[in-house]
């Protein structure tokens, strides 16, 4: 299809939000479907990047701004909070004022909240941008799904999405390597700049080529109370999940804040079916595809996400290598990303998403029940074919969910769909991290004291290491008190590391079982009638 084709068939499309800018610009390049696929590939590329690079650059930030563990686990809750609670307002705001200014106020926000991370001088200040950061994130995200939506034809947004898939799994790829070689031989701030020139190419492109577009029927409207009673809502669950994390879910604080959060979202549904204009129209899951593609984006995301943290912590801390030798283990799963996301596209548009989501997730299960059986010494043969088969899922996984939750929602709802499929990754990865690691931590626990006896260290050296030092282990971290013999180094080395394992094994079995329960909730979605499934149901 050529492009002045592409053009006469979204201006055939009735469906369609009117575009405000048609007629208006004759400039070479605007409107024009694949440069505006570059121009949103570039800004979600920062995402991307930032979404891997911040891991690697931890180390350095906690001995530059002497960051204790607490502190330095909130450089990372900090963004992912701020973007889980506010994705769909978010999409709400790109569809009543506008993806494309949106698109635009996220990357511009994006890149000088990085720089200023890069330029802070404390742990608080690097925290703070992080909010900043994720705000414009969240702007960004949904807004650039939305315009992909309202820019292709129907016959080529599989392909449009699978190469925006792709473009995330290139930057995910690099970004252990890039961020391994900027700390290593210059600084952790460097890490951060990077956003900055990705930020002026995308600002530049997308002024140029994006067209803009809006819901024309949400002019007067916004749905105040139901931001609020939404992003009050996830907030509370996030945090509860987070806290859940450092101090398990019997804590009181994780506790309050789930019954925060269940009485939060019975108004938010109250507010949104009473409403003239809700922020979540809820009679999007009417459509089972698109309720069951949320579903399974949440669980989906609570195995890959959980597990990729972990796999970090085991190559660096366990096995010992540098982030950039960790990077480059590691991309057998990020760079097979890259592949399977136009792969999902082409076998979306054939058999629709059903097919790619069993598939996605059938190999999540395969490979986490795979990894749950590795030792302390696992060659490396033991470890690659896993990776690959998560890289292949996670773009399966991606992209099919997106068609069945961006794709059967209605265009003018584009930006809200894309708001709720990236929350439920977000709620999946909050998800992952915190049962998995709340899991790892408790079996360390457990076993840590017989672990450290049954390798020959005396009885209340055992005692307080397992007391003191839990917390080190669940990393991966050895805790050897200074002035240690090597034979108790040694010691203490193996018992930890195999308790770390213990704690493993535990983690990916139930995460493994997950993914199980999610191919189930793959076996319920359909292909739709229509290009948007479920809209006449609106």
């Known amino acids: 299809m050529s492009p002045s084709a592409g053009t006469d068939v979204l201006d055939a499309q009735p469906q369609k939000p009117r575009d405000d800018s048609r007629g208006l610009s004759s ?49 990372t809750n900090a963004y992912m909070l701020t973007i889980a609670v506010t994705l769909i307002p978010a999409g709400k705001i790109a569809d009543r004022f506008g993806r494309k200014g949106t698109f635009i106020a996220g990357v511009i926000g994006f890149a000088i909240a990085s720089v200023l991370i890069g330029l802070s001088g404390s742990l608080g200040m690097v ?24 820019t292709f034809p129907a016959d080529k947004l599989n392909a449009a999405i699978g190469i925006w898939g792709a473009t995330v799994g290139i930057s995910i790829a690099g970004g252990p390597i890039v961020a391994g070689l900027l700390v290593e031989n210059v600084n952790w701030e460097s890490v951060f700049f990077l956003n900055a020139p990705l930020g002026v190419i995308a600002l530049a492109v997308g ?9 024309e029927g949400a002019r007067g409207s916004f749905d105040v109370p139901g931001v609020a009673l939404l992003s009050g809502a996830l907030f509370a669950l996030v945090w509860g999940l987070i806290k859940a994390g450092e101090h398990g879910f019997g804590d009181a604080v994780p506790l309050w804040s ?9 108004v938010f549904v109250v507010n949104e079916l009473r409403v003239e204009h809700p922020l979540l129209p809820l009679g999007l899951f009417k459509s089972v595809s698109l309720s069951s593609a949320t579903g399974l984006i949440v669980l989906g995301f609570f195995g890959m996400f959980g597990t990729i943290f972990f796999i970090t912590l085991y190559l660096q801390q366990v096995h010992g290598m540098s982030p950039v030798d960790a990077g480059v283990r590691m991309l057998p799963m990020t760079a097979v990303f890259i592949v399977a996301s136009p792969i999902a596209g082409a076998l979306t548009s054939r058999f629709g998403p059903r097919v790619p989501l069993v598939l996605g997730m059938a190999f999540t299960a395969i490979a986490l029940f795979g990894l749950s059986g590795i030792g302390v010494d696992a060659p490396y043969i033991q470890l690659w074919p896993w990776f690959v088969l998560i890289g292949l899922a996670f773009g399966f996984v991606l992209v099919a969910g997106t068609e069945a939750i961006v794709g059967n929602a209605p265009p003018q709802l584009a930006g809200v769909a894309g708001g709720l499929q990236q929350t439920a990754a977000q709620i999946g990865g909050v998800l992952g991290t915190s049962v998995l690691g709340t899991l790892l931590s408790t079996k360390v626990g457990d076993v840590l004291y017989g672990r450290l006896t049954g390798e020959g260290v005396p009885g209340p050296a055992a005692g307080q290491i397992s007391d003191q030092g839990a917390g080190l282990v669940s990393q991966g971290v050895a805790p050897v008190p200074p002035g240690s013999s090597s034979d108790t180094a040694d010691a203490i080395t193996t018992a930890s590391h195999l308790a770390f394992m213990d704690g493993w094994q535990t983690s990916m079995s139930v995460a493994g079982a997950v993914a199980v329960v999610a191919i189930l909730a793959a076996l319920l979605v359909k292909r739709g009638q229509t290009p948007v499934e479920g809209a006449a149901a609106l």
């Open 27 to 75: 400039r070479a390049g605007h409107g024009h479907p694949w440069l505006t696929l570059v121009a949103v590939a570039l800004g979600v590329m920062m995402v991307g990047l930032d979404a891997t690079v911040v891991s690697i650059a931890n180390p350095a930030i906690a001995k530059d701004l002497g960051a204790d563990l607490s502190g330095l686990q909130w450089v």
């Open 258 to 266: 789930f019954a925060a959060a269940i009485v939060l979202g019975a």
């Open 127 to 150: 925290i703070f941008w992080r909010v900043v950061q994720g705000f414009a994130g969240a702007l960004l995200q949904p807004a650039s799904l939305a315009i992909l939506r309202n």
């Open 207 to 215: 002024l140029w080529v994006i067209r803009e577009s809006k819901d």
